[in-house]
């Protein structure tokens, strides 16, 4: 088995494959029309309801997570419902746009970026507004690394009959905690290039029985998202479009291996991950950026004098690491380092060590408490310590 990359992709998606999901990804073209591929599409279809922990069906669809995110309106909304949509960053707002384009009556809920919502804020509105159809929100906001209080939410939302709780869990489901049936989550997306360790173009979804309700009432017009279709082929055993064949067979052998090793054990390999960059970074001279950090993706901010996009760039040029840097008012300021995917500890090792040889590059003058030596003992006491 391959233990080393030419490449480390640490971004927060997509993120590094596993070997059999690379070998899997290889193998030779089957039609989907065809029992072997109904077999695999079932398999996916049941493990996929365990990762969003709901009794209700999970669904897979050919698009990229914002076709997901597409999904959930279309679905669930008709144009001229009140809207309410948490922005705390880039796509707080994509989510807000859609459902303005789609007719929603939006009101935006803004918050500073690396703040997460305020529970007591979305009380305040659903009291003045009890008739709204929905609330927009991230599990994790990626341009941010912050964290929302779903659960919280959920709890919140559920008071309110007429109101549906809507989660972009791009880059939160299969990465952190999310059960949507405890958590009172109405509609909920992942995407494949993010904790499910596949490449980019699959969308996951799932809507709560609150959800179906609307969903089967709902007029409002909509052809390749139209869910209702989609589970009709699905009990039938296919997926009413082509499918996505190669991503689909590589899906499951990510649940397969997920769940061989147990999903609180991949939960808790990603925090570890996280917890390791938050320590090490301090000894880097690099503070956290988001307030209430997510697992799924470390946003640090950039020792002042250093331009993030220098740094991020650098590091994949010498050192052929790929982290992420910030977006629109965040560009330069910070660097976003992901923690999904496969990920072996050499490789969170080397990061620190050349993310410390890059500032030290782009700003000598930067005093570190700690040698790459001594930096290195450490990391490895501590990953012997917590794993
Ligand atoms: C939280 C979140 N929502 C939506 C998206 C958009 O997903 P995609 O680029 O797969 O359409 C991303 C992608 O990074 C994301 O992180």
Known sequence: MQTVFDYNVLAPGPVNLHPKVREALSLPMIHHRTPEFDKILNQCLKKLQQVFRT?????????????????????????????????SGKFGERWCEMAQIYGAQLTVLKTNWGDAIKVSEVAKHLQQ??????????????????????????ELIHQYPQTLFLVDGITALGATP???????????VGGSQKAFMLPTGLSFVAF??????????????????DIRRELKANQNGETFFSSNVSLIRALNVVL??????????????????????????KDLLLDLYPHSPSNSITALKVPEGID??????????????????????????????????????????DLILKLQDVLSELKPDLKFEKTPAQLKMEMQAWIQHVC
């Open 256 to 281: 397969d291996l997920i769940f061989e090793k147990g999903y609180e054990n991949h939960l808790s390999e990603i925090a570890n991950r996280a917890n390791f960059t938050r320590h090490f970074a």
């Open 129 to 154: 507004h009890p008739l709204t159809k929905a609330v927009l929100c991230q599990a994790c906001e990626t341009s941010t690394g912050v964290l929302h209080p779903i659960r919280e939410l959920g």
């Open 178 to 188: 999310l059960p949507m049936d405890e958590w009172f989550i109405d509609g909920l």
């Open 208 to 225: 709560s029985k609150k959800a179906w309700t609307v969903i089967n009432e709902n007029k409002s017009p909509r052809y390749y998202f």
């Open 55 to 87: 009794r209700e069906p999970a669904f897979i669809i050919s698009s990229t997570g914002s076709g997901g995110m597409e999904s959930l309106l279309v679905n669930a909304l008709a144009p001229g419902d009140e809207v309410l949509g948490i922005d």
């Open 308 to 349: 993030g996009q220098k740094l991020r760039a650098r590091l994949e040029e010498k050192h052929q690491i790929t982290i992420m840097g910030g977006q629109d008012q965040a560009k330069g300021k910070i660097i976003r380092i992901g923690h999904m995917g496969y990920i072996l500890w050499p490789q969170m090792l």
